[in-house]
């Protein structure tokens, strides 16, 4: 519905190129004049009247994003991912998109885990942490891009302390302390997360931001 109505309506009565991407319910629709996004937000509420829809007005919004003015554009969010500018290490005049978790998603993945691992605490250990290297495994695969080695380190620690928590539940005393838990964790062989290349310095399995486990604190989200 949407995907024809901009290739054969919308595209040719703009002025500048129009660029759309779509994955179930989640678009991205690009402009190269400004009128012409103007012009297409405002038809939109009435084209999905038509379908007995609904435009989502706290998701959807007209963002600058231009490759000429950086500095000046902001940020967009597709699939999970807060899409915007930065500058590269190699050459701060050198301008290109990254991704990074969007702070919603990541707080609501936080938030699922804390209640799989809450309801799953009463598992023999082997089996519970089975069960949590394939969950991690599979955010890995989704969010582990370029750059977005922070966001997936920060959800590791989330994982840590979510798991440091809830096993020391597991009975009426408390069972380890936080030195004795980060000393058993690479028996227990939890999945690192992918780090991008200017993130490696050979910590691939430390525990994000603090090198010492004794001095980190959990996140607020929890």
């Known amino acids: 519905m949407q995907d024809l109505w901009i290739k054969k309506v919308v595209a040719k009565r703009c002025k500048g190129q129009v660029l759309f991407r779509r994955y179930a319910d989640d678009s991205v629709v690009c402009f190269e004049r400004e009128d012409d996004a103007q012009a ?35 940020k967009f ?45 009463s598992l023999k250990l082997r089996e519970l942490l089975t069960a949590l290297r394939r969950k991690l495994q599979g955010y890995w695969n989704y ?43 690479p028996d227990w062989t939890t999945v690192a997360p992918p780090v991008s290349a200017w993130r490696d310095r050979g910590r691939r399995g430390r525990l994000w931001p603090d090198e010492r486990p004794d001095s980190c604190v959990p996140p607020r989200v929890l």
């Open 143 to 185: 969010y582990g891009v370029l750059g977005n080695s922070m966001m997936t380190s920060k959800f590791q620690y989330a994982v840590h302390h979510l798991l440091f928590k809830w096993l020391n539940r597991r009975s009426q005393r408390r069972s380890m302390t936080w030195s004795c838990f980060t000393r058993r964790l």
């Open 40 to 74: 297409y937000l405002r038809a939109l509420p009435k084209r999905l009247e038509k379908f007995g829809l609904q435009l989502a007005e706290e998701k959807s919004s007209l963002v600058k994003f231009n490759r000429w003015e950086p500095d000046d554009s902001g």
């Open 77 to 121: 969010t597709f699939l999970g991912f807060d899409f915007y500018w930065a500058r590269t290490k190699r050459n701060p005049k050198t301008m290109v998109v990254k991704r990074r978790t969007n702070r919603k998603k990541f707080q609501a993945s936080v938030l699922a885990l804390k209640e799989w691992i809450k309801r799953a605490r």
